[in-house]
């Protein structure tokens, strides 16, 4: 089977620096990928690891760690805005390529 | 482009009628990806198209649930014989995958708006 997890949960505030952890235990694996999803919204793209290391765009940075199974996403200098449900998936390659969704971080930026 | 379309936004159905959604994927991609959301959980996989070939269907799918994408264009998501169980937000997403060994760009998923089911 496929899983990813991921805290249900996270709360900080304004300005802050928040680390949104993800791990996985799947068949497949091609790269890894974080999507944000405000409420009533559809999920959106943020970031793509296919290697291991840092992918840094703009206020968030996202890392892989391919042997340890594991990835994050850095959010700095946290915007109200900010708050929403963070999702990682990894692509698991092959001739769908589809990707499995983790069940996603609540994240409530706080003023 | 006006990124992905999903028609209806939102649909109330009684238990035991058929549905039908609809996306309109981005015109350049070849890719187009089914998923159902419920609420606090991740996208689902359902089912997946390259051009108009359907290449996969998840395992979990019962057979009430059939897509087509005609053409490669537009793909409906019918499901016959509605149950409470199947209300939750269907999401349709595209990608464009290079003829390449390169996968990456397939990785990056544009989402629709979603449909949203209630099953009564």
């Known amino acids: 089977g496929q899983s990813l997890e991921q805290p249900s949960e996270v709360t900080a505030v304004e300005g802050a620096i928040v680390q949104i952890n993800c791990t996985y235990q799947?068949?497949?694996?091609?790269?890894l990928s974080w999507y944000q999803q405000h409420d009533g919204g559809a999920p959106t793209f943020l970031s793509y690891?296919?290697?291991?290391g840092l992918e840094e765009t703009g206020r968030f940075s996202s890392f892989l760690s391919r042997s340890d199974s594991y990835g994050y996403l850095l959010l700095q200098e946290l915007q109200m805005k900010d708050s929403a449900s963070y999702f990682c998936a990894v692509a698991l390659g092959g001739a769908t390529n589809k990707l499995i969704f983790g069940t996603g971080t609540l994240l409530a930026v706080q003023p | 482009d006006t990124g992905v379309s999903q028609d209806p936004r939102h649909k109330i159905t009684k238990r035991g009628q058929n549905v039908t959604f609809r996306c309109d994927p981005i015109s350049e991609h070849n890719r187009l990806y089914w998923y159902r959301q419920t609420l606090g959980q991740g996208p689902e996989f359902l089912t997946y198209f390259q051009n108009e070939a359907q290449l996969e269907k998840s395992r979990l799918l019962s057979d009430r649930f059939s897509a087509e994408r005609p053409k490669g264009s537009f793909s409906t998501l019918e499901i016959q014989r509605t149950e409470q169980g199947d209300s939750a937000m269907y999401l349709c997403?595209?990608?464009?995958?290079?003829?390449?060994?390169?996968?990456?760009?397939?990785?990056?998923?544009?989402f629709g708006a979603g449909s949203r089911l209630t099953v009564l």
């Open positions: 690891n296919a290697l291991d």
């Open positions: 799947t068949s497949g694996f091609y790269g």
């Open positions: 997403a595209s990608s464009f995958r290079s003829t390449g060994a390169d996968l990456s760009g397939a990785n990056v998923l544009t």
